[in-house]
Structure formats: structure tokens, C-alpha cells
Nanobody
Framework: EVQLVESGGGLVQPGGSLRLSCAASGFIFSISAMSWVRQAPGKGLEWVST????????RYADSVKGRFTISRDKARNTVYLQMDSLKPEDTAVYYC????????WGQGTQVTVSS
């Protein structure tokens, strides 16, 4: 069964940094492109970033480009999202999944950016 466990969120001041982790199991991680999406309070899911199966190609939403960095560790079946220069608009629950996504989602991890 597919399992995705996000972690690393928390409360941070504007301009601060966080590193999110997504531990994956139950599928062949090495052949799966992976994505991060987020859901702000009262809003729908917003795509944030995608990384190719080999990790050589990355894509970012314009809203986070230049501030966030997606990466993956094949040996650990883990995807990361390094978040720098955080803004209040980044406040959301962050989820990871394969691309195209599996129907099973993790619990997400809460990121709150506030003074």
C-alpha cells in the first residue's frame, strides 16, 4: 500500500527557512516523478514543485521560484522541499505525492509563516 509521510513543518517568521521531508513507501520510488502541493486555509490545492524520477529536472510554481528547492534521496525513498525566504502567503498544509498522483495521500505537514 502506498504510504506518504510528510514532516518538518512548523511556525516560522517571515524570511525564515524550513526543510520539509516526505518519506515514501509502497511503490517504486525510483521511477516516479514526485511533487509537492499545498493547501492554504480556505483554498484549494496549489501545485508547488515537481522533480523527475532521476532528480535531474525540477519545476516550480512562479510563486516559489527562487526560494524553494526540491530534491530527492533514492536510498532513503525521501523527497525534500527546502523553503527559504518564507512569506506569510506560504502558510499552508504541504503534501507530497507521485506525479501522476496516487489516490492515497499523507497527512500533510503544517507550515505557518507569521510574525
Amino acid at each position: 500500500e502506498v504510504q506518504l509521510v510528510e514532516s518538518g513543518g512548523g511556525l516560522v517568521q517571515p524570511g525564515g527557512s524550513l526543510r520539509l521531508s516526505c518519506a515514501a513507501s509502497g511503490f517504486i520510488f525510483s521511477i516516479s516523478a514526485m511533487s509537492w502541493v499545498r493547501q492554504a486555509p480556505g483554498k484549494g490545492l496549489e501545485w508547488v514543485s515537481t522533480i523527475s524520477n532521476g532528480g535531474s529536472t525540477t519545476r516550480y510554481a512562479d510563486s516559489v521560484k527562487g526560494r524553494f528547492t526540491i530534491s530527492r534521496d533514492k536510498a532513503r525513498n525521501t523527497v525534500y522541499l527546502q523553503m527559504d525566504s518564507l512569506k506569510p502567503e506560504d502558510t499552508a498544509v504541504y503534501y507530497c505525492n507521485a506525479y501522476p498522483p496516487f489516490s492515497s495521500w499523507g497527512q500533510g505537514t503544517q507550515v505557518t509563516v507569521s510574525s
